[in-house]
T-cell receptor, first 114, second 114 residues
């Protein structure tokens, strides 16, 4: 099992540019989560999906952020336009069904917006 | 998910000393999951507690779930430099419209001085 795969590992972009982060969950997992991590705010849940359907997007900061899951093996998190305060590490995680299932995290994407 | 408060935020110990981090909630938790994140890494699942008063051990790590399921603790006996990292507790929602949602505590950053 390759685990959760995220790309890119690092992204440096200028303010105002569009950023797209990608995630491939573990095969067979039907939950997918997007988290953002900063020193100030810790691990924040942005949005999560079940069976490709967004369940809770209350953590999405504002309209500049959007997430999609077109199929069971792919999800994107898009920021348009990006701002310096979006600089953070973005993690994708997946899990099997059930409240007892652990989350498996990808290696994250470190985003720097200058 | 419910809000879980985790203390302390930081803990510095000498190698060989014990370490404990605590999670507290004002409401009953569905279950508690514990994760460890090494510096520069991603959160990795350690263990889950489900039952009231449950105690689980992993080598030098002891995990407890309170009788009222409103608090949990992680205790490390005789810390080693390999224990360095951030320890998170997390509550996974077991019901309602946000079923499956996983909300993290703020984490405790552990440093171990050799």
């Amino acid at each position: 099992d390759a685990g959760v795969i995220q790309s890119p590992r690092h992204e440096v972009t200028e303010m105002g540019q569009e950023v797209t982060l990608r995630c491939k969950p573990i095969s067979g997992h039907d939950y997918l989560f997007w988290y953002r991590q900063t020193m100030m705010r810790g691990l924040e849940l942005l949005i999560y999906f079940n069976n490709n359907v967004p369940i809770d997007d209350s953590g999405m900061p504002e309209d500049r952020f959007s997430a999609k899951m077109p199929n069971a093996s792919f999800s994107t998190l898009k920021i348009q336009p990006s701002e310096p305060r979006d600089s953070a590490v973005y993690f994708c995680a997946s899990s099997a069904t059930g409240e007892h299932s652990p989350l498996h995290f990808g290696n994250g994407t470190r985003l720097t917006v200058t | 998910g419910q809000q879980v408060m985790q203390i302390p935020q930081y803990q510095h110990v000498q190698e060989g000393e014990d370490f404990t981090t605590y999670c507290n909630s004002s409401t009953t938790l569905s279950n508690i999951q514990w994760y460890k994140q090494r510096p520069g890494g991603h959160p990795v699942f350690l263990i889950q507690l489900v039952k009231s008063g449950e105690v689980k051990k992993q080598k030098r790590l002891t995990f407890q779930f309170g009788e009222a399921k409103k608090n949990s603790s992680l205790h490390i006996t005789a810390t080693q430099t390999t224990d360095v990292g951030t320890y998170f507790c997390a509550d996974r929602n077991a019901g309602g419209t946000s079923y499956g949602k996983l909300t993290f505590g703020q984490g405790t950053i552990l440093t171990v001085h050799p």
